[in-house]
């Protein structure tokens, strides 16, 4: 089974619990917004909408939901300053398709294609009842959740056939791995294809990570280390996945409300 496999399948199982990094005063304020009237009219018909009665107090749940996360978006700039910082270093290559859930950085290590591939799905993993926990005991001060993200690397040489696969764990500034796959022949340990998911059932993935001898896991971690799989990309990687993740749950409540109202 593929690794972005594995991550849709660990990650796509729970209700959307809360919106990036809440606490106390952040959900005060979300809850005072919501709860003042809305200062429009929905004097129309429900078969303006659509056939179903049901259709104008959707709308309006969804578009006191699209002005609260506009406005909460409104007061942070259009790039954030850690994604400035990042394109800055000029390392890796960013790659993020508006929709997909899926975003891949790329970049050249000598003869080396190094590859990250991580899902914003894990964010969607968090229970109400953890979000509940967190909002009674966070102070403003505090630092922002952490989210463990599933991270999926690859590594191929030029001069040599055949991939090296990771499935690791990012999580508070540093990368856990799971373990560490090798195939021979390097389009099926990369491609995404379904043929090529297709193949590597039933081919050895290599043992648990932990379960190597101390010292062969110190030499493999120093290996990533030095190809960039370090911990300022594991402080990057949550952090884009709720950008990524906000972008995109903006983009759905539009998209959702346009098409209950046409």
Known sequence: MSAIRALRQLTSTSTRAWRGSVNVATASRRAALLARPV??????????????????????????????????????????????GFKAQGVWKLDDVAGNDEVSLSRKFGNEDVRVMFSIADIQTEQEAEFEEEAEGQSEDEPAHSYPIRCSISITKDSAPGALTVDAMCQDGAFIVDNISFYKDAKVGTELTAEADWNRRGLYIGPQFDTLDVGVQEEFERFLQERGINDSLAVFIPEYSEYKEQKEYVHWLANVKSFVEA
Do not use: H, I, N, W
């Open 39 to 84: 200062a429009r009219s929905f004097s129309v018909s429900a078969r303006v909408f659509g056939e179903g009665a049901t259709d104008v107090a959707l709308s309006q749940k969804l578009t006191e939901e699209l002005q609260y996360e506009k406005e909460a978006a409104a007061e942070v700039s259009a790039e954030p300053d850690f994604l400035k």
